[in-house]
T-cell receptor, first 113, second 113 residues
Framework: GENVEQHPSTLSVQEGDSAVIKCTYS??????FPWYKQELGKRPQLIID?????GEKKDQRIAVTLNKTAKHFSLHITETQPEDSAVYFC????????????FGGGTRVLVKP | DVKVTQSSRYLVKRTGEKVFLECVQD?????MFWYRQDPGLGLRLIYF???????EKGDIPEGYSVSREKKERFSLILESASTNQTSMYLC????????????FGSGTRLTVV
């Protein structure tokens, strides 16, 4: 089955700097890659996703890139703010398989003011 | 506007008890999922269902079973709770058509003593 690895496990950045989280996946058939943000004590929320027919997608201060050949994808957060502090999860799936997502281990991001 | 509701936020059960975790969604989603969340391990899929009365094993089904008698309700059952099942349990649902990712419930933190 699919295996998703996520790095780093923790990330501390100064407010205003950029943060990058990287994930690799094992199954070349995976074609859907969402990112979730989980604030302390809250449920994970979808923040951005990308499909394999697209190499990059941007939404305000967040962007995702996908390299299908290398089987890795990344989340980029620019101009970080304290409210970006959270745990971020990447995931991968084949959309035909009932949308079953395989998640990475998570990255705890701390933005220091 | 809570869309995925988990019946309990916190539960404490004794070793050997049979435990029921309930999840209800009001979005008419076809797919429903149970994950457990442990620090450093991300979210691991226990079981999922893509239709009423249908169920599929995830990555860690041992010690668990599920029931989906109605489209909106997906129950996770711990047949005989053990201390290594102490965890945060997250229910999620998704539409088979829209493919917009998951909507998560708030989670149930289960402690087995």
């Amino acid at each position: 089955g699919e295996n998703v690895e996520q790095h780093p496990s923790t990330l501390s950045v100064q407010e205003g700097d950029s943060a990058v989280i990287k994930c690799t996946y094992s199954d070349s058939a995976s074609n859907y890659f969402p990112w979730y943000k989980q604030e302390l004590g809250k449920r994970p929320q979808l923040i951005i996703d990308i499909r394999s027919n697209v190499g990059e997608k941007k939404d305000q201060r967040i962007a995702v890139t996908l390299n299908k050949t290398a089987k890795h994808f990344s989340l980029h957060i620019t101009e970080t703010q304290p409210e970006d502090s959270a745990v971020y999860f990447c995931a991968a799936s084949m959309e035909a398989a009932g949308n079953k997502l395989t998640f990475g281990g998570g990255t705890r991001v701390l933005v220091k003011p | 506007d809570v869309k995925v509701t988990q019946s309990s936020r916190y539960l404490v059960k004794r070793t050997g008890e049979k435990v029921f975790l309930e999840c209800v969604q009001d979005m008419d989603h076809e797919n429903m999922f149970w994950y457990r969340q442990d620090p450093g391990l991300g979210l691991r899929l226990i079981y999922f269902s893509y239709d009423v009365k249908m169920k599929e094993k995830g990555d860690i089904p041992e010690g668990y079973s599920v029931s989906r008698e109605k489209k909106e309700r997906f129950s996770l059952i711990l047949e005989s709770a053990s201390t290594n099942q102490t965890s945060m349990y997250l229910c999620a649902s998704s539409s088979g058509q829209a493919r917009r990712g998951y909507t998560f419930g708030s989670g149930t933190r289960l402690t087995v003593v």
